[in-house]
C-alpha cells in the first residue's frame, strides 16, 4: 500500500462533547486539512479537496481527551470507488485506525499514491450506500422537522468565503437532538439511563457551496430503524430562497457511557417509528 500521512494533531479537551470523546464535527475537520495536504503534494486544487462533492465517513473506535492522531491518505486504483480518496485517521497512541473517510475527487492527476479496494475493503462504506444523496421534499412528506438555524459567519468559511465542511457538521449536531427527542430519545431518558447520543457512519452530499453571510435552516426526520441503529435524513437548506446546499445521512446508536457498547433501541422508539 502506498498511503502518505497528510495530517498530525491531538484531541483537546474542548473537541469532546458530552460523551467524553471526540465530537463528529472535528473528524471533518481532521479529514478536510488532511485532504488539503494531499492535494497541496500532489498539485491538486487544494479547496475543491477539502470539501468535496461526497465524503462519506465511518467511525470505527472511539477518540478520547489527549489522543494522538494522524491521518493517512491515497487514491484508490480498483473496484466500486476507483478514483476516490480514501483517508485513515489513526489514534497513534493505541496503534488502531478510529475512523475512515472516502472523498469523491474531481480530475486527479495521473500520478497518485494509490491503494487497492482489497487492501481497506474495512474503510469502505458499509450502512449507508456509497454516493451522491440527491435532495428530498421532506416536508411535504410530512416526516420531517427544523432542527437548526444559522447565519453563516466569516470564521465559518474559507478562503473563497465557503462553509467549510466541519461547519456543515457542526450545525447538524447542533441540531441533531430535536430530531432525536422527536422521535422519542429525549435528553432526560439519556441522562437517567447514562447513555450517549452516537454516529456509526455519516455521508454528507454538497449539492451547492454555503457561501458567508446565508442564513440556513436543517430539516431532519427518521428514514429507517433496526434492533440497535437508525437511520437520520437532514437538508441543509437557504432560509431564504429555499435551495437545498446539502443532504446529510447518518446511522446513530444508542451508547451505554459505562459499558461503552450499543443498547438496543427502545420499544417506544419502535412503536413511535412504526
Known sequence: MAFVETYRSFVNTWQCDENDHMNVQFYFKNFAEAAEIF???????RIP????????VRYLSELRNASSIAV????ISDGEHQGHIIHLLENIDENVVSATALDTCDNPPAELPTVKSEDIAFALPRGIPAGFLPEQILTEENKAITTNYGIIQPAQCN?????????YISHLTDGAPHIWSHIG????????????????????????PVKVGAAIEIISFCHAMSEKTFTMRHQ??????GKTYATVQVINLVMDLEKRKAVPVP??????FS
Open 39 to 45: 492535494a497541496l503534494r500532489h498539485k491538486m486544487e
Open 49 to 56: 479537496a477539502s470539501r468535496p462533492k461526497v465524503r462519506h
Open 72 to 75: 493517512k491518505s491515497a487514491f
Open 159 to 167: 478562503i473563497n468565503g465557503e462553509m467549510l465542511a466541519q461547519q
Open 185 to 208: 430519545i429525549t435528553t432526560d431518558f439519556l441522562d437517567e439511563h447514562n447513555y450517549g447520543r452516537v454516529a456509526m457512519e455519516m455521508k454528507l452530499s454538497v449539492i451547492e
Open 236 to 241: 441543509m437548506r437557504d432560509l431564504e430562497t
Open 267 to 272: 420499544d417506544f422508539v419502535h412503536k413511535q
